[in-house]
């Protein structure tokens, strides 16, 4: 076998795990909005366990509605009305032979739901800008903090029969074990925290009275569901903030919750003050964590998972062998690839869609955005009808012009359902916008997800036909167009030469001629030593770290009043530690030679020798001394869209020439492309393809019409029919 210890069994208390591999919680914010489990719930779920996960633990579920939902639609277990919901989804993952659990969570300060009255370990106001419990702040409002009232000693224990009666629904509804959440300063983790829990009473101070809630919660767990119902906790092992959990108390953690006859610890790190170690976004190296269950597992007996990047079965399988953890865990990647561990089992790695940790789909698309649960590089999770896709038997002939993210993955799916594909991209390489993404410093995840797709694509056989831009007449010999020719960068008017204004594609290139991020045939600029960028979005955020890279002083101009605000909060969190010439937690990163400066409400008013005049929001005007000017105004590449439509050829478009976004947004649109295209052809009258027709209409709108009823006409047919 080619892992054997990852796919050996474990023994967790009274459970047999068929095999090493654990989902570690997500919250996929997916249920009804009541709480009560949804469709997709299991659908999601039940991947998961067919893929061959062993132990499935739920994410995030409440014991208390009323008083905390860490997001808007999590599910819910505070009534036995949830009971036979969740014992769908019990059986829906034990029918693949997964054990599961589930984690019940009160988010306590970090709560999505109440929005006022929120309760905590302290009074305190917050602000926690990349919480998935963050407020939505209206545009052009000002931020506030959310105000947070000191939970009283009767609402404590009042939690602490809320958490027993919830951990018994799931008992009662099958699932073979509860975890509790005292991870990431949620409610039970504030308590615990040396750093966040300010109170004076017994149950905060020392080490002993933090611990007194979780240990109390543990208790009535026991008594309600009896000792041998498995109870795991997750807690950060440290919490990565001055005075927060040191490995120390880490350790000290893990002994008192495993006499307290906790059945395994899952440790995750950080905490929301803590981002960077919380969810580890890609500069997060695979591994990094794993040192703390190595340490644990000194001092306890009982199982212990490790999780946060973990990526590749290897390594999985090295740490497992080595014995620095019992089990691991993870999250994202069984949404970027719930068939991780089967895959591995028929030594299928490389068909393994490897999660980037962009927290583009799953964070800011999803959580933070109050939707449900997604994928940048996986349109199919939490979208069913990738289940229901079949190969057709009249194939199309599909041409997909530009081999950026949207283009690709079009050509992908389209081609696994038996269409013919020919994929046009105008440079020496496919790629579009990821080439340059993935040279950014801390960004090489990128090319994973770059190189899964042009491997799948070279596996499928696509027709692909590199530096060669279709002209009108040879896209009419297609069925179906899609368009998906990225965006460029463009000079906003401005006063004085604007041509010496460099586009950021050309400042990103690699100087390497062998490199496929070299710009080949287009020029490449050579910059002076203080660059000034001017622009917004990924475009400005990742020319910066480029450059700022290798040595230029960086200064970015945008017109708007927050830089980057559509941009990925976590990633954009580590980005301005870095422009201060720092780095977030754990991260040990060179620091740039000279800090990253950005000036908000401003625009570049005229282009002078050596220097720019800036105008502000308030027309002030002021000059700065800079070497050369970068563009990283972008949008979209429309032409040859507008000229396919004028000729009257089937067109759609996808990815940024609809609107410069991210990979989410491309790949989403480019996958259901794919999905949609059909041997009809139909589009409405918004110019969608119109695929899924029920058969009568369908029927309707292809075959040709007949003759109109008449009363002559029915007497011929009834006569015809008499005869
Ligand atoms: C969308 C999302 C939802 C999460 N929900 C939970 C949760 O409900 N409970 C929890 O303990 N951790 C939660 N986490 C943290 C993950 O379990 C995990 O610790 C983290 O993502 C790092 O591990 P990974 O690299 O395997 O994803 C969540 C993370 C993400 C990105
Ligand atoms: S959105 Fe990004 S971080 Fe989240 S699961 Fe997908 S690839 Fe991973």
Redesign the pocket.
Known sequence: MTFPTLFSPLQLGPLTLPNRIVH????ISSSHADGEVSERDIHHHEAIAKGGTGFVIV??TTPDMRTGR?TVTCLVADGDNYVPGLARLAESMHRYGARCAV?L?HPGRQCAIPRYNTLGATDRVLKLPWSAGHEIVYENAEEKGKEIREASIAEILELVDLFSEAAWRVKQAGFDAVEL?A??GYLLSEFMSPYLNMRTDRFGGSFENRMRFPLAVIDSIQKKCGKGYPILV?YSFEEWCEGGRDMAEGLETARVLERAGVAALDL?QGMQESPGA???PMQYPQGWATYAAEATKQVVKIPVIT????RDPEYCEQILAEGKTDLV?????LLADPYWPVKAQYGKVKSIRR?I?C?GG??QE??MAKHE?ACSINAACGNPAYDDMTRTERPVQVAVVGGGPAGMEAARIATERGHLVTLFERSGELGGAMKYVCMVPGKEKMRWYLDWIRDQLLDLHVEIRLNHAPTVEELRGFDLVLNATGASSYVPPVVGDASRVVPFEEAMACPRVSCECHPGGRKMRKLGARVLLWGDGYAAADTAAWLADIGKQVTIVTERREFAAECEVIHMYVARKRFAQGDAEVLTSRPYRHPVTVITSTTVAELRDGSVVLQDASFGRSELEIDDVVTCHVRPELGLFAELRAAGVRVLNAGDSVAPRNLYHAVKEGSAFGLAVDEHLLFNPNGAIVDRLPIDVLAQLTRDDGPTYTATRMRELAETAGR
Do not use: E, K, M, N
């Open positions: 570690v919680p997500t919250d994410g995030a860490p984690q969570q959440h991870a990431h997750r995750s919380g969810f580890d999780s946060h990047s973990l865990g993870l999250a994202r990647q999660c940790s927290l799953c964070w999803s959580l649960i």
